[in-house]
T-cell receptor, first 115, second 110 residues
């Protein structure tokens, strides 16, 4: 399967703990995006990378959140000092900048539950 | 006003029915438009891009009206397998990032 992959698929943590999620994009895709989705809502943009450069961050991305894409391939999203409000599905997507429509393909997501 | 607004659901229709979803967007600089489909507890998957001239893919027809900032999706001869949430999606002006509507749930019954 050459689609976007995410690990872990599920994470349960206690409030105040740190968590890290990983995303592996489609291999030739140079753009990578993180979104968050809560129940009954559409995905909301968090941040995006072109190669290893983080080009945009949403206001939703508080200083407890950090994302990296050190070699322009996989990316990690870390949440420090988790809060119950962080419980959500975290989705990663990738795209190719030379695609005229820049279609984004999503991974299966990491479902986070903060107790 | 929300950036992307969709019909509130759910839509309950019998197999074989035709159903239409409507969507409006607020950013006139948006350049790319999509319909994504999301099954329960799964990731969104691209259903189709939406082009200015309108486009069709089998039983699915998408229309775009830039002047009214309105997008639609028509599903003909609906199947049980069409049951899902349909997300209206636009890019944000000159940016690559996407803005999603809340989605409209479709339930097709036998």
């Amino acid at each position: 399967d050459t689609g976007v992959s995410q690990n872990p698929r599920h994470k349960i943590t206690k409030r105040g703990q740190n968590v890290t999620f990983r995303c592996d994009p489609i291999s030739e895709h140079n753009r990578l995006y993180w979104y968050r989705q809560t129940l009954g809502q559409g995905p909301e943009f968090l941040t995006y990378f072109q190669n290893e450069a983080q080009l945009e961050k949403s206001r939703l991305l508080s200083d407890r959140f950090s994302a990296e894409r050190p070699k322009g391939s996989f990316s990690t999203l870390e949440i420090q000092r988790t809060e119950q409000g962080d419980s959500a599905m975290y989705l990663c997507a990738s795209s190719l900048s030379r695609d005229p429509q820049e279609t984004q393909y999503f991974g299966p997501g990491t479902r986070l539950l903060v107790l | 006003r929300k950036e992307v607004e969709q019909d509130p659901g759910p839509f309950n229709v019998p197999e074989g029915a035709t159903v239409a979803f409507n969507c409006t967007y607020s950013n006139s600089a948006s350049q790319s438009f999509f319909w994504y489909r999301q099954d329960c507890r799964k990731e969104p998957k691209l259903l189709m891009s939406v082009y200015s001239s309108g486009n069709e893919d089998g039983r699915f027809t998408a229309q775009l009206n830039r002047a009214s900032q309105y997008i639609s999706l028509l599903i003909r001869d609906s199947k049980l397998s069409d049951s899902a949430t349909y997300l209206c999606v636009v890019n944000r002006g000159g940016y690559s990032t996407l803005t999603f509507g809340k989605g409209t749930m479709l339930l097709v019954s036998p």
